[in-house]
Protein backbone atom coordinates (compact mmCIF):
# COMPACT_ATOMS: atom_id res chain seq x y z
CA UNK A 1 0.00 0.00 0.00
CA UNK A 2 1.26 3.80 -0.92
CA UNK A 3 0.59 6.57 0.96
CA UNK A 4 -0.40 9.62 -1.10
CA UNK A 5 -1.59 13.21 -0.24
CA UNK A 6 -4.08 14.45 -2.40
CA UNK A 7 -5.78 17.68 -2.24
CA UNK A 8 -8.57 19.07 -3.65
CA UNK A 9 -10.77 15.23 -2.84
CA UNK A 10 -13.65 16.49 -2.21
CA UNK A 11 -15.77 17.00 -5.19
CA UNK A 12 -15.01 16.86 -8.92
CA UNK A 13 -12.01 15.36 -10.47
CA UNK A 14 -10.03 14.68 -6.99
CA UNK A 15 -13.10 12.97 -5.60
CA UNK A 16 -13.19 10.84 -8.13
CA UNK A 17 -9.34 9.74 -8.14
CA UNK A 18 -9.22 9.56 -4.25
CA UNK A 19 -12.10 6.56 -5.37
CA UNK A 20 -10.08 5.24 -8.02
CA UNK A 21 -6.86 5.14 -5.87
CA UNK A 22 -7.88 3.73 -2.91
CA UNK A 23 -10.04 1.46 -5.08
CA UNK A 24 -6.32 0.26 -6.32
CA UNK A 25 -5.22 0.12 -2.55
CA UNK A 26 -3.46 3.50 -1.77
CA UNK A 27 -4.17 4.98 1.30
CA UNK A 28 -5.00 8.61 1.48
CA UNK A 29 -4.17 11.76 3.28
CA UNK A 30 -6.34 14.69 1.66
CA UNK A 31 -6.56 18.10 2.00
CA UNK A 32 -9.25 20.22 1.19
CA UNK A 33 -11.51 23.08 2.92
CA UNK A 34 -14.20 20.52 3.37
CA UNK A 35 -14.78 16.69 3.66
CA UNK A 36 -10.93 15.73 4.13
CA UNK A 37 -8.33 14.83 6.62
CA UNK A 38 -6.94 18.15 6.79
CA UNK A 39 -8.87 20.93 6.70
CA UNK A 40 -7.50 24.04 5.38
CA UNK A 41 -7.67 26.89 3.04
CA UNK A 42 -5.06 26.75 0.44
CA UNK A 43 -5.57 30.67 -0.69
CA UNK A 44 -3.20 31.68 2.10
CA UNK A 45 -0.24 31.44 3.42
CA UNK A 46 -0.91 30.08 6.98
CA UNK A 47 -3.53 27.74 5.42
CA UNK A 48 -0.62 26.16 2.79
CA UNK A 49 1.78 25.70 5.96
CA UNK A 50 -1.00 24.10 8.32
CA UNK A 51 -1.73 21.76 5.41
CA UNK A 52 1.56 20.94 5.00
CA UNK A 53 2.54 20.16 8.65
CA UNK A 54 -0.97 18.47 9.43
CA UNK A 55 -0.58 16.13 6.32
CA UNK A 56 3.28 15.06 6.70
CA UNK A 57 2.11 14.61 10.39
CA UNK A 58 -0.24 12.45 9.51
CA UNK A 59 2.08 10.33 7.16
CA UNK A 60 3.94 9.11 10.12
CA UNK A 61 7.06 9.51 7.73
CA UNK A 62 6.06 7.27 4.96
CA UNK A 63 4.82 9.40 1.78
CA UNK A 64 4.88 7.53 -1.55
CA UNK A 65 2.62 10.24 -3.52
CA UNK A 66 0.94 13.62 -4.02
CA UNK A 67 -1.99 14.35 -6.11
CA UNK A 68 -2.61 17.96 -6.68
CA UNK A 69 -6.04 18.88 -7.47
CA UNK A 70 -7.34 21.76 -5.80
CA UNK A 71 -8.42 24.56 -8.09
CA UNK A 72 -10.56 27.69 -8.23
CA UNK A 73 -12.60 28.77 -11.47
CA UNK A 74 -12.88 31.81 -13.99
CA UNK A 75 -15.93 32.77 -11.83
CA UNK A 76 -14.50 33.63 -8.40
CA UNK A 77 -14.26 36.82 -6.39
CA UNK A 78 -11.79 38.36 -5.81
CA UNK A 79 -9.55 36.90 -8.93
CA UNK A 80 -6.64 37.29 -6.72
CA UNK A 81 -8.10 34.26 -4.84
CA UNK A 82 -7.62 32.17 -7.69
CA UNK A 83 -4.19 32.58 -8.33
CA UNK A 84 -3.55 32.34 -4.84
CA UNK A 85 -5.09 28.35 -5.08
CA UNK A 86 -4.20 27.07 -8.76
CA UNK A 87 -0.67 28.30 -8.29
CA UNK A 88 0.66 29.07 -4.75
CA UNK A 89 -1.62 26.08 -3.39
CA UNK A 90 0.21 23.35 -5.45
CA UNK A 91 3.32 24.81 -5.56
CA UNK A 92 4.48 25.16 -2.21
CA UNK A 93 2.92 21.67 -1.34
CA UNK A 94 4.86 20.00 -4.28
CA UNK A 95 8.01 21.81 -2.96
CA UNK A 96 7.42 21.28 0.89
CA UNK A 97 6.84 17.03 0.08
CA UNK A 98 9.81 16.67 -1.87
CA UNK A 99 11.73 15.60 0.78
CA UNK A 100 9.69 13.06 2.05
CA UNK A 101 8.43 11.31 -1.62
CA UNK A 102 12.46 11.31 -2.06
CA UNK A 103 12.34 8.89 0.48
CA UNK A 104 9.05 6.99 -0.92
CA UNK A 105 8.61 3.75 -2.21
CA UNK A 106 8.14 4.08 -6.33
CA UNK A 107 7.14 7.79 -5.30
CA UNK A 108 5.05 9.84 -8.26
CA UNK A 109 2.98 13.02 -8.19
CA UNK A 110 0.42 14.17 -10.64
CA UNK A 111 -0.64 18.23 -10.84
CA UNK A 112 -3.92 18.64 -12.27
CA UNK A 113 -3.55 21.89 -14.64
CA UNK A 114 -5.74 22.43 -17.51
CA UNK A 115 -5.80 22.63 -21.31
CA UNK A 116 -5.97 26.72 -20.36
CA UNK A 117 -2.64 26.05 -19.61
CA UNK A 118 -1.91 26.70 -23.30
CA UNK A 119 -4.08 29.78 -24.00
CA UNK A 120 -1.26 32.07 -23.17
CA UNK A 121 2.58 31.68 -23.56
CA UNK A 122 5.07 31.61 -20.64
CA UNK A 123 6.87 34.81 -22.61
CA UNK A 124 3.58 36.61 -22.95
CA UNK A 125 1.98 35.92 -19.40
CA UNK A 126 1.52 38.75 -17.68
CA UNK A 127 1.56 37.07 -14.71
CA UNK A 128 4.99 35.18 -15.19
CA UNK A 129 7.29 37.23 -13.51
CA UNK A 130 5.24 38.08 -10.19
CA UNK A 131 4.66 33.86 -9.81
CA UNK A 132 8.48 32.94 -10.52
CA UNK A 133 9.48 35.27 -7.43
CA UNK A 134 6.62 33.66 -5.58
CA UNK A 135 5.01 37.16 -4.82
CA UNK A 136 1.44 36.06 -4.50
CA UNK A 137 0.28 39.92 -3.97
CA UNK A 138 1.62 41.19 -7.31
CA UNK A 139 0.20 38.28 -8.66
CA UNK A 140 -2.81 38.76 -7.01
CA UNK A 141 -2.80 42.77 -7.78
CA UNK A 142 -2.59 42.24 -11.33
CA UNK A 143 -5.93 39.66 -11.71
CA UNK A 144 -7.25 42.00 -9.34
CA UNK A 145 -7.10 44.81 -11.45
CA UNK A 146 -7.61 43.19 -14.96
CA UNK A 147 -11.33 44.32 -14.83
CA UNK A 148 -13.61 42.12 -16.95
CA UNK A 149 -10.22 40.10 -18.23
CA UNK A 150 -9.89 39.50 -14.52
CA UNK A 151 -11.19 35.89 -14.30
CA UNK A 152 -9.72 34.56 -17.53
CA UNK A 153 -6.52 35.70 -16.73
CA UNK A 154 -5.79 34.34 -13.28
CA UNK A 155 -6.80 31.49 -14.52
CA UNK A 156 -5.19 30.75 -17.91
CA UNK A 157 -2.30 32.87 -16.37
CA UNK A 158 -2.06 30.56 -13.04
CA UNK A 159 -2.34 27.11 -14.71
CA UNK A 160 0.52 28.07 -17.40
CA UNK A 161 2.59 28.99 -14.62
CA UNK A 162 1.81 26.05 -12.71
CA UNK A 163 2.72 23.58 -15.77
CA UNK A 164 5.72 25.55 -16.58
CA UNK A 165 6.74 25.08 -12.32
CA UNK A 166 5.88 21.39 -12.85
CA UNK A 167 8.32 21.57 -16.04
CA UNK A 168 11.15 23.35 -14.21
CA UNK A 169 11.56 20.94 -11.33
CA UNK A 170 11.24 17.79 -14.17
CA UNK A 171 15.41 17.51 -13.40
CA UNK A 172 15.75 17.89 -9.76
CA UNK A 173 12.63 15.22 -9.36
CA UNK A 174 14.03 12.73 -11.72
CA UNK A 175 17.43 12.83 -10.47
CA UNK A 176 16.21 12.15 -6.75
CA UNK A 177 13.78 9.45 -8.43
CA UNK A 178 10.58 11.16 -8.26
CA UNK A 179 8.39 10.76 -10.82
CA UNK A 180 5.99 14.39 -11.68
CA UNK A 181 3.88 15.02 -14.05
CA UNK A 182 0.90 17.10 -14.86
CA UNK A 183 -2.28 16.62 -17.11
CA UNK A 184 -4.53 19.12 -18.68
CA UNK A 185 -8.08 18.34 -18.46
CA UNK A 186 -10.27 20.01 -21.10
CA UNK A 187 -14.34 20.70 -19.86
CA UNK A 188 -15.19 18.31 -17.15
CA UNK A 189 -18.23 17.74 -15.41
CA UNK A 190 -17.85 19.07 -12.18
CA UNK A 191 -19.10 21.68 -9.75
CA UNK A 192 -16.30 23.87 -10.92
CA UNK A 193 -17.73 23.59 -14.40
CA UNK A 194 -21.23 23.97 -13.09
CA UNK A 195 -20.42 27.35 -11.32
CA UNK A 196 -18.77 28.54 -14.65
CA UNK A 197 -21.82 28.04 -16.71
CA UNK A 198 -23.95 29.73 -14.42
CA UNK A 199 -22.09 33.08 -14.53
CA UNK A 200 -23.20 34.82 -17.42
CA UNK A 201 -19.97 36.20 -18.13
CA UNK A 202 -18.19 32.83 -18.94
CA UNK A 203 -21.49 30.41 -19.65
CA UNK A 204 -21.36 31.19 -23.83
CA UNK A 205 -17.79 30.54 -24.11
CA UNK A 206 -18.07 27.37 -21.74
CA UNK A 207 -21.10 26.02 -23.60
CA UNK A 208 -19.39 25.86 -26.73
CA UNK A 209 -15.77 24.32 -25.67
CA UNK A 210 -17.23 21.44 -27.21
CA UNK A 211 -14.69 18.93 -28.33
CA UNK A 212 -14.96 16.96 -31.46
CA UNK A 213 -15.59 13.79 -29.15
CA UNK A 214 -19.04 15.90 -28.81
CA UNK A 215 -19.29 15.71 -24.58
CA UNK A 216 -17.62 16.87 -21.96
CA UNK A 217 -15.81 14.19 -19.46
CA UNK A 218 -17.29 12.81 -16.94
CA UNK A 219 -14.46 12.94 -13.41
CA UNK A 220 -13.67 9.23 -13.58
CA UNK A 221 -11.96 9.84 -17.04
CA UNK A 222 -9.75 12.05 -15.50
CA UNK A 223 -9.67 9.79 -12.72
CA UNK A 224 -7.95 6.75 -14.51
CA UNK A 225 -5.28 8.59 -16.35
CA UNK A 226 -3.91 10.21 -13.27
CA UNK A 227 -3.96 6.69 -11.28
CA UNK A 228 -1.93 5.61 -14.51
CA UNK A 229 0.53 8.18 -13.86
CA UNK A 230 0.72 7.01 -10.24
CA UNK A 231 1.30 3.23 -10.99
CA UNK A 232 4.37 1.76 -11.81
CA UNK A 233 2.79 1.09 -15.18
CA UNK A 234 3.80 4.76 -16.26
CA UNK A 235 7.48 4.21 -14.89
CA UNK A 236 9.14 6.28 -17.65
CA UNK A 237 6.74 9.10 -17.53
CA UNK A 238 8.34 11.70 -16.12
CA UNK A 239 8.04 15.65 -16.85
CA UNK A 240 5.03 15.53 -19.43
CA UNK A 241 1.65 17.31 -20.04
CA UNK A 242 -0.79 15.02 -21.01
CA UNK A 243 -3.60 16.55 -21.95
CA UNK A 244 -7.10 14.57 -21.45
CA UNK A 245 -9.76 16.90 -23.65
CA UNK A 246 -11.57 14.72 -26.22
CA UNK A 247 -9.39 16.22 -28.58
CA UNK A 248 -10.65 19.91 -28.32
CA UNK A 249 -6.71 21.09 -28.23
CA UNK A 250 -5.28 19.85 -31.14
CA UNK A 251 -8.58 21.29 -32.76
CA UNK A 252 -7.61 24.85 -31.85
CA UNK A 253 -3.87 24.37 -31.76
CA UNK A 254 -2.80 21.70 -34.54
CA UNK A 255 0.22 23.41 -35.44
CA UNK A 256 1.44 23.89 -31.45
CA UNK A 257 2.47 21.03 -28.85
P1 LIG B 1 -14.23 21.07 -8.04
O1 LIG B 1 -14.70 22.41 -7.66
O2 LIG B 1 -15.17 19.92 -7.98
O3 LIG B 1 -12.93 20.65 -7.21
C1 LIG B 1 -12.04 21.56 -6.64
C2 LIG B 1 -11.62 21.04 -5.29
O4 LIG B 1 -10.72 22.00 -4.71
C3 LIG B 1 -12.79 20.87 -4.32
O5 LIG B 1 -12.64 19.68 -3.57
C4 LIG B 1 -12.69 22.11 -3.45
O6 LIG B 1 -13.28 21.98 -2.17
C5 LIG B 1 -11.17 22.31 -3.41
N1 LIG B 1 -10.81 23.68 -3.06
C6 LIG B 1 -11.28 24.82 -3.63
N2 LIG B 1 -10.79 25.90 -3.01
C7 LIG B 1 -9.97 25.44 -2.02
C8 LIG B 1 -9.19 26.08 -1.04
N3 LIG B 1 -9.15 27.42 -0.91
N4 LIG B 1 -8.49 25.30 -0.19
C9 LIG B 1 -8.55 23.94 -0.27
N5 LIG B 1 -9.26 23.29 -1.19
C10 LIG B 1 -9.98 24.03 -2.06
O7 LIG B 1 -13.66 21.23 -9.51
P2 LIG B 1 -12.85 20.24 -10.48
O8 LIG B 1 -13.28 20.61 -11.83
O9 LIG B 1 -12.89 18.85 -10.02
O10 LIG B 1 -11.37 20.82 -10.29
C11 LIG B 1 -10.25 20.01 -9.99
C12 LIG B 1 -9.05 20.56 -10.76
O11 LIG B 1 -9.26 20.34 -12.16
C13 LIG B 1 -8.85 22.07 -10.58
O12 LIG B 1 -7.47 22.33 -10.42
C14 LIG B 1 -9.35 22.63 -11.92
O13 LIG B 1 -8.74 23.85 -12.24
C15 LIG B 1 -8.95 21.52 -12.86
N6 LIG B 1 -9.66 21.56 -14.14
C16 LIG B 1 -11.01 21.39 -14.19
C17 LIG B 1 -11.65 21.43 -15.42
C18 LIG B 1 -13.15 21.25 -15.55
O14 LIG B 1 -13.69 21.46 -16.64
N7 LIG B 1 -13.86 20.85 -14.49
C19 LIG B 1 -10.91 21.64 -16.61
C20 LIG B 1 -9.54 21.80 -16.50
C21 LIG B 1 -8.92 21.75 -15.28
Known amino acids: MSTI ?19 AGNKIIGIDIRDAEVIADLSTAEGRKMAIDEA ?3 TAGSLDGVVLCAGLGTQVKPCSKTTSVNYFGA ?83 GEAGVRLNTIAPGATET ?21 PLGRRAEPSEMASVIAFLMSPAAAYVHGAQIVVDGGIDAVMRPTSF
Request: with cysteine.
Open 5 to 23: IMSGCATGIGAATRKALEA
Open 56 to 58: LKL
Open 91 to 173: VELLDAFFPELKKGHQPAAVVISSVASAHLSWEKNPLAAAFEAGDEAKAGAIVDAAGDQGGNLAYAGSKNALTVAVRKRTAAW
Open 191 to 211: PLLQAGLKDPRYSESIAKFVP
